[in-house]
Structure formats: C-alpha cells, structure tokens
C-alpha cells in the first residue's frame, strides 16, 4: 500500500516561514515526478509547486521566490520550505506524486482533477496577520 503523509504544517504569523514534509511509504520518490497542491477554504485545488524527474522545478506566480521545493531520495522525502508566508497561503497542503488518469478511488481526493496518482491527507497551513 502506498502511503503519503504530510508534516509541518501549523499556524504562523505573516512573514514566517514553515517547512512542509512528505514522507512516503510503499512508494519510491526516487525517479518520480512529485507536487504540492493547497486547497484554501471556498477555493479550488491549486497547484503550488512540481519536481519532476530530472526537470526544473514549477511554482505558481503566486509563490514563486517564497516557496522551494526539494526532494531527499534517502529519506524518501519530499519538502516544501515557505518563506514570508501570507494569510492568502492558507490552505490544506497536500503532496502528491505520479501520474495516473482520474478512477473511482481517485476521485475522492478533493484535488483529484489533477490528475496525480498518489495523494497525502493533507496537512493544514493558517497565517495569520
């Protein structure tokens, strides 16, 4: 069974920073593409930032030059470090990793559109001002 399970979020004040980790278990990180997607309340999923094999990493406009993403293949880890945060950027987090057309069971995950394979539970990000 393939496990995703996010750590690191919490409540800090704008301008802070958080480190988000996604640990996987069942499931090599090693040659795979990898993201992170937040759900902020009332909004659609959104795709924050992507790793893919090989490639330069994505962020959207929205965090780009705040958020990095990286990846530890030892620790089968994957992480997203933010910086200056904003009240905009709170939101569940999720990580997510492989490619997998939309099934039933997929299609439970609330950023299932995405079309991603394997999805965390999420972990939850409030900033406050």
């Known amino acids: 069974e393939v496990l995703l399970v996010e750590s690191g979020g919490g409540s800090a004040q704008a301008g802070g920073s958080l480190r988000l980790a996604c640990q996987a278990s069942?499931?090599?990180?090693?040659?795979?593409?990898v993201g992170w997607y937040r759900q902020a309340p009332g909004n659609e999923c959104e795709k924050v930032s992507t790793?893919?094999?090989?490639?330069?990493?994505y962020y959207s406009d929205s965090v780009k030059g705040r958020f990095t993403i990286s990846q530890d293949n030892a620790k089968n880890t994957v992480y997203l470090l933010m910086n200056n945060l904003a009240p905009d950027d709170t939101a569940v987090y999720y990580c997510?990793?492989?490619?997998?057309?939309?099934?039933?069971?997929?299609?439970?995950?609330?950023?299932?559109?995405?079309?991603?394979?394997?999805w965390g539970n999420g972990t939850l990000v409030t900033i406050s001002t």
């Open positions: 997510a990793a492989d490619w997998r057309l939309v099934t039933p069971a997929t299609k439970k995950h609330p950023c299932y559109l995405h079309s991603r394979a394997y």
């Open positions: 790793l893919t094999n090989g490639g330069s990493p």
């Open positions: 069942g499931f090599s990180f090693g040659g795979s593409d």
